[in-house]
């Protein structure tokens, strides 16, 4: 393996790591509100987090498997689609989330900028 | 299993799948400046970051050998120590993590701001 492709796969593996937990804070505050899965996909991605789709499926199953979302099968446009939203439990876990984001966004910030000094 | 039980479990897992990424930009940032183990450690912690000695020790091993960090033994207050920074090839992917996790943070904000209707 070359160097310079060395170098691509291991910040490839550095992404994936530091995306994954970000992922998972994203599709839970995005269903605040009701989405089926295409509508979710397409407004994450639509907000700089793109998630395939054999991701997302099997996420959001373990998330309402987890308690965190509650999902019902309706029919739209002469379609059935599965409509996923946030659980009570899934609320709550969601705000202790974003707590625990702002404190690694503030701790993150100031390495950054070397005020560790 | 007790309902709270379950959900203090399911935070946990989901507060370190948040935080594993962030860990190792907050230490390859941190090195930067020179550190051993020990006031690596201490400053990421008095900036909010807190790291287990095993998990930290190991980590710092593995970047090294991935050739991100690089090392040397040297004595200081009558005691031999390992002192860690970042190698040329480690502050090229360190710019390029802050360019993800900036564009994560910027999504994340969008999504919990709910710009995304």
Redesign the interface.
Known sequence: MSVDS??AE??EN??I??????V???VL??L??EHYGYTLRK??A????EIEENTLYPMLRRLEK???LQSEWREEDKRKKRFYHLSV?GK??LG???G??D??????N???K????
């Open positions: 060395n170098h291991l910040f550095l992404r790591e530091l995306r994954s937990g970000c998972v804070l994203a505050a995005e605040r509100r407004v994450l639509d907000s700089g987090i987890q308690g965190l439990s709550q876990i202790d989330l974003f625990e984001w404190a690694l966004h503030g701790a993150l100031r390495i950054r070397g005020q560790t000094r």
